[in-house]
Nanobody, 119 residues
């Protein structure tokens, strides 16, 4: 079982920035692929960015060049630096851990943190 706790959401003006953090439990964090998703009201949950245990990253086209995902294995945290925020970035942002175990792969989710981009 992996517990994830997000923080750092809030209200920001267009063009501003926020940094989200996700703290994970357990001693195997360095082996997990970590991801950030977001879900706007009335829409499906979409992938924003991922980072593997080897620090390879992937970004959705809509955030490429504006968002940066990073991880600190010593602190069991993954972060999402969000710059040049737009109103369409408004959503609940979720952290996910993809964990490989004897029985297969498992997804663990945090509770989400609200990001609102508005004047």
């Amino acid at each position: 079982q992996v517990q994830l706790v997000e923080s750092g959401g809030g209200l920001v003006q267009p063009g501003g920035f926020l940094r989200l953090s996700c703290a994970a439990s357990g001693s195997m964090f360095r082996f997990y692929t970590m991801a950030w998703y977001r879900q706007a009201p009335g829409k499906q949950r979409d992938l924003v960015a991922t980072i593997t245990s080897g620090h390879s990253t992937y970004y959705a086209e809509s955030v490429k060049g504006r968002f940066t995902i990073s991880r600190d294995n010593a602190k069991n945290t993954v972060s999402l630096q969000m710059n040049s925020l737009k109103p369409e970035d408004t959503a609940v942002y979720y952290c996910k851990a993809l964990v490989s175990g004897p029985g297969g792969q498992y997804d663990y989710w945090g509770q989400g943190t609200q990001v609102t981009v508005s004047q």
